[in-house]
Structures are given as structure tokens and as C-alpha cells.
């Protein structure tokens, strides 16, 4: 009984996961890749979301998922927009206090899934004109987590966060007070005292 008590709570975390990213236009294969679900149950149930929100337009997105970290330096106004973004994920704890190999499947889960729902409804709140849709939120996600490409770094004068290329030689500013940026601390360590510790995908 018991065991099957908690085969329905793990399954109903990844049901409740899974319609939040509906809602957030998350691909399938975004979906499948948090949730753990198939696609087929994914299909399943944005059907059953659509009618039961009344045929609510939920936009389908098809095509690739998003791949370049250079598109989180493109403008001014989206490294604004990914330094508070990366920001919110500090403080959430949605990143891991290690560079993790093979982020794209080891970072993914039902719990961190929701700490990155939870940062990024955040991040639409807080952002004046939020650029950044759910698909790169999540891409940034694990591209932080690994470290490659895109690196968390922090200010030592305003103590504000944002992110570095490894692969070039240029050391980022920040977007505050123009102080050269340098890497951050494990970001789960830096906000122990702010919010509740991070569970352990
Ligand atoms: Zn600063």
C-alpha cells in the first residue's frame, strides 16, 4: 500500500511539473527531458490541459531547441535580462554547487524542475519587459550547470551576478557598476542564509 502511495505522489509531482512547463510552452522534448514522462503522456495531457482550460491558447513550439549561449549576449538588454535571470536561479538554487558532466541529463529532474519553474516565474515577475521564454531559461540552466560555454560570475564591489565566456580571454562587466567580474562562489553556498537549502536533485 505504502509503496504504491508513493508511486502516486511521484507521479502526481511529475503530472503537476509537466502542465506547469504546458503552460510555460515548454517542447515535449523539454518536458520528457525534466518531467521524465513520455511523450505520449505528454500529448495525453496537454490535450486534456487544453480542454479543461477551456481551449486557453497554449502556443505548441516546434523546430530545434534552443542551442547558442551567444544569444544571451546579443543586446544589451537580453545580458540585463540573463544577469537577473541568473540571479533568480542563484537564489532559488536552481544550479548545482559543482559544474556537473553531462549537465543536459544529470541536472534534469522533477525537483529541480520545479525550482526552475519557480525561478522563472519569478524572473517574468521581477524583469521590466521579460525577454528571455522558458525554452532558453532552461537551456541556461544547463549550460550554467556544465560550465563550457557560459560561467556564473559575480561582483566583488555590488555582489551582483552575472555570466562570463571561459573561452575567451575577455573578463565581463557588470552591468551595475562596470567592475570587472569574477567567478562566482558555489551559488548554493552563497544564499544558504536567504533561502531554504536547495533539495539534491
Ligand atoms: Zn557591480
Same mark, same amino acid.
Given at each position: 500500500m505504502r509503496v504504491t502511495d508513493d508511486r502516486y505522489s511521484r507521479d502526481?509531482?511529475?503530472?503537476?511539473?509537466?502542465?506547469r512547463l504546458i503552460r510555460h510552452e515548454a517542447?515535449?522534448?523539454?518536458?520528457?527531458?525534466w518531467t521524465g514522462l513520455t511523450d505520449d503522456r505528454i500529448r495525453?495531457?496537454?490535450r486534456s490541459y487544453v480542454r479543461a482550460s477551456? #481551449?486557453?491558447c497554449v502556443r505548441r513550439h516546434r523546430g530545434k531547441s534552443p542551442r547558442q549561449v551567444s544569444f544571451f549576449a546579443r543586446s544589451r538588454t537580453l545580458q540585463?535580462?540573463?544577469a537577473c535571470l541568473v540571479a533568480v536561479f542563484s537564489m532559488f538554487g536552481v544550479l548545482p554547487a559543482q559544474r556537473l558532466s553531462e549537465a543536459a541529463r544529470t541536472l534534469p529532474s522533477v525537483v529541480r524542475g520545479e525550482l526552475l519553474c519557480d525561478a522563472y516565474e519569478t524572473y517574468r515577475r521581477i524583469a521590466h519587459e521579460p525577454q528571455i521564454s522558458f525554452e532558453h531559461a532552461a537551456f541556461l540552466a544547463i549550460a550554467?550547470?556544465? #560550465?563550457?560555454e557560459i560561467r556564473l560570475q559575480s561582483c566583488?564591489?555590488?555582489?551582483g551576478l552575472g555570466f562570463g565566456d571561459p573561452l575567451t580571454l575577455r573578463t565581463p562587466e557588470c552591468l551595475s557598476c562596470g567592475e570587472p567580474l569574477r567567478p562566482a562562489p558555489p551559488p548554493v553556498r552563497r544564499t544558504a542564509t536567504h533561502a531554504a537549502p536547495a533539495p539534491m536533485a
Open positions: 502526481r509531482l511529475r503530472y503537476d511539473l509537466a502542465v517542447r515535449t522534448q523539454t518536458i520528457r527531458q495525453k495531457l496537454y477551456d #481551449g486557453a540585463q535580462d540573463t550554467l550547470a556544465a #560550465g563550457n566583488r564591489r555590488c555582489h
